[in-house]
């Protein structure tokens, strides 16, 4: 395969996990001098640390909806909805054993529920239609059979945009008397949040904080006890004190992405919508996810006859980051367990996901090598004209 020429510089299209925000970046390099003490200290720098870390849970709480005591920091996304689900069952234990999720959440919440079912417990995965939407009347009716201690969905599908029916999950929990955990990573940040969860979890890398900082919020009267050994730290629900510098960084980031997510959503949206389209003309190609009511951010479509990792390869040689297979799982380039739920194609699969800031030029010239690249592999593969 020949090279093609190298490209100016590098166009990032990959943003599930993106660099630092600069507002990250400064915040961060600041905190480092200034919150490194043990905030349990009384000293002057203790006491400094504790009041920044206050200032961080306050400001991820507002944006939450919930009361500061709520908010526990937690070492990854992953942690947080770990614990977050594993906290639930283990508070509604003397109801009974049963979980109830949607076979396209995070890989972390399935593995959880795998564990519990390994353990004893009931795991009911509800299946989603065509676009990744959650069968809410299969949901009601999981939720409201006898002996479920939790339920969880996501806000909405980081791999395929499309927003799940949440109001309709939160009433059916309710009447069910529930507690139902909100994966709101993907959302924060880049779209509204929805009320009414009992228990909300995220991962600041998706609005550009730094890695190892999770969020768990546990409304107050919810029946949620830790499963570990007791801990003093986080109100108890986390192990281990909070790296507060990172922190400070993934609070100020949000914020951030909070000021600006009307203007740099609409912006996306528009965006995707011309990679929709350039991604729709290449001959045998799927558009997976709802159309209309999904993140502004997101596009997933499947190639027929072509590799995703041969396309990753390709793009990434012409200067593009893009992703393929799962979004969640230790290896990228498994197939998806999203697509394979939806009943698409699960090969020849990309993702893009905007960066907060989309570049126009960026999708611009994206959309102008795709159909070319798609060639060039199908070629490769002796796949043209199948």
Known sequence: MPNPPQPARRRLLDAAAPPLSPVARQTLLEAVDLGWADPRRLYAEGRRARALLDGARESVAGVLGVGTDAVSFTGSGTVARQLGLRGLLRGRRRVGDGLVLSAVEHSALLHTGQWHAAGGGTTSLVPVD???????????????????????????????????????????????????????????????????????????????????????????????????????????????????????????????????????????????????????AVPDTEVVGDPVDRLPHVSTFSFLFVDGEALVHELDRRGFAVASGSACTASTLEPSHVLAAMGVLTHGNLRVTLPLEPVEADVDAFCAVLPETVAQVRRVLGTEGL
């Open 130 to 280: 065509g676009r990744g939407r959650v069968d809410l009347l299969r949901f009601t009716a999981a939720v409201s059979a006898g002996g479920v201690a939790a339920a969880c969905l996501q806000a909405a599908n980081g791999e395929v945009g499309t927003r799940q029916p949440v109001a309709g999950a939160v009433h059916a929990c309710r009447t069910a008397g529930v507690p139902l955990l909100l994966d709101a990573t993907g959302t924060l940040g880049r779209d509204d949040l929805p009320g009414g969860a009992d228990v909300v979890v995220a991962d600041a890398r998706s609005w550009a904080g730094p890695p190892g900082v999770g969020v768990l919020a546990v409304r107050t009267g919810v029946r949620w006890r830790s499963d570990g050994p007791a801990d003093e730290h986080e109100h108890g629900r986390v192990p281990g004190e909070p790296d507060v510098p990172a922190v400070l960084a993934a609070a100020a980031a949000l914020l951030d992405a909070e000021e600006h997510r009307a203007r740099r959503a609409s912006v996306a949206h528009a965006l995707v919508e011309r990679i929709r389209a350039a991604a729709a």
